[in-house]
Structure formats: C-alpha cells, structure tokens
C-alpha cells in the first residue's frame, strides 16, 4: 500500500483527480468511486491516469474514469488538465503535445497565463450528429439527437413535459436505446451562445463537459442555428467554452480553461492485486 501524489484539476468546475503511473495495472480502478467520493475522499467527477504512451509522437496517454469507476472514451474538459498537468511537469509556459486517449490521439496547445492556470485548445478530432430518435420515458417523450464526439451524448431540444435535467438526465442516460449509457445534454440558443446543461454517464449533473459543449455545437450547426466554422460560446454552469465545428467534415475544436487546485497524496493508495 503506501501513499501515492495526486493533483486535483478542473475546468469550468470539472473536476477530477490526476495520477502519474508506470503502468495502468498499478493501479485499482475498484478503489475510483471512494476516491471520488466528495464527503469521505478526495470528490471528483473522475480519475484521469496519465500513462507513458504507447508509440508514435505523443507525450502520455489519458486514460478516464468516471465516478462511479465507468470508463468513457473521452473527456474534454479532463483532456485540457491532462495537457497543463503534463506541460507544468515539463517546466513549459506555453506548449504543444500529443495525447493519446480511447477516442485516438488529440493534439493540444497550452496557453499558460498564470502559475497553474492556462488556455487549453483541443483538436478533438471529429464529431457527427448520427440521427434523432423519440424516446418515451416513465415521465413523458423526448426528442434527442445522437451525437458522436468520441463517446456518445443525446442531445434533448424539445420534451414533453418541458426538459428537467434531473428527471431526463438519468432516464435517458439508462435508456434501453443506449446499452452502454449516454451523456445528455439539455440545449438551448441565448441570443449568440448556446447555453446547455448537462447529466454525464457515471458521474450525474456536472458544471461542465467538453465533449457535451461539442456535441450540442454539432447539434446546432445541423439545425442551422449556427454557422459552420465560427467560433461559438458555449455556456455551461461552470463558465464558458468555445468550439469551432465544421460541418462539412466534422472537424471540431475545443478552447478553454484548465486550472491546478492543489497537490496532494493519498494516505493508503488502491494498488492493483494483480
């Protein structure tokens, strides 16, 4: 056992605890949901291991882990305190790097503009919106539209009665259409931005989501709400994010804050029985 260092992160709010391992093996993913746990650990919305990477040009690898000790493909807003964790490790202000994660590798660019805090900008490769569905729920319908930004996400516009994150969120998230889950989003337009919320797999309400900030921007771009290839202000709870999505070949980028909270270490750190 012994103790290990952590770092917490966050972005927008998002919050999650950073591990630097050898080996994934090291570590006990049995053990995410008490270090997660935000009255009797550590809290987060997850555990984000950085690993050596596995080949080619990149720094790391990312790998996720949600609260509840799920593993999503992806984590934007995870991805961003990756990128400053790794660039503060280097000694760098401003730094471009190459992080492999589930969903492929994801080149990064680090703006630092002050001790532990920087812009981060992701190119998070590409992001499609599949098809809508009518799901019907124990409390009513839902129209959603199935987005693809490397892990899944339902993106709610209309509902019948009107959207309720805390009532649609964990509905549609365990629906029987999504087998492996989904993230929701609930979207609207406010004059120039688009304002969402959001219910994350594994995790519940959220301040914030990277992922989820592409997804609806995907979502708006097909409706015609916004123009492909402008920068647009997504606002979430914890801030703002900026995304840039082409429509034409679903290239889309990712533009926010990333910030360190503090260091730490764990008293009795979860190794791997194996």
């Known amino acids: 056992m012994g103790t290990k260092g952590f770092a917490k992160y966050e972005g927008l709010g998002n919050d999650f605890i950073v591990l630097d391992l050898a080996r994934e093996a090291d570590f006990d993913a049995r053990a995410v949901p008490a270090l997660c746990d935000r009255r009797l650990g550590v809290g987060a919305d997850g555990v984000l291991l950085v690993l050596p990477a596995e080949g080619g040009a990149a720094v790391a690898r990312m790998k996720v882990l949600n609260a509840d000790g799920g593993v999503p493909e992806m984590c934007g807003n995870g991805l961003r305190c990756v990128a400053l964790h790794l660039a503060r490790a280097r000694g760098a ?37 599949l098809e809508k569905r009518h799901l019907v729920l124990d409390a009513g319908t839902a129209l959603v539209s199935i987005v693809d930004a490397g892990n899944p996400h339902a993106i ?6 009107p959207a309720d994150l805390d009532v649609l969120g964990p509905a549609i998230a365990r629906h029987a259409s999504f087998p ?16 969402v919320v959001v219910w994350e797999r594994g995790v519940g309400r959220t301040l914030a989501c990277g992922t989820g900030a592409c997804a609806a921007v995907a979502e708006a771009t097909a409706e015609g709400l916004v123009r492909s290839g402008d920068p647009i202000s997504v606002r979430l709870p914890g801030g703002v994010l900026l995304v840039t999505h082409q429509a034409s070949t679903g290239s889309t980028r990712l533009r926010g804050p990333a910030r360190l909270v503090y260091r730490g270490e764990l008293p009795t750190f979860a190794s791997s029985p194996t």
């Open 93 to 129: 202000g401003d730094a471009e790097l190459l992080i492999e994660t589930d969903a492929g590798p994801r080149p990064c660019a680090v703006s630092r503009r002050a001790p532990g805090e920087a812009e981060v900008e992701v190119d998070m490769g590409l992001v499609r919106v």
């Open 180 to 195: 492996h889950g989904t993230n929701v989003e609930i979207m609207t337009m406010r004059g120039q931005e688009l304002e």
């Open 156 to 161: 709610v516009r209309e509902s019948n009665p």
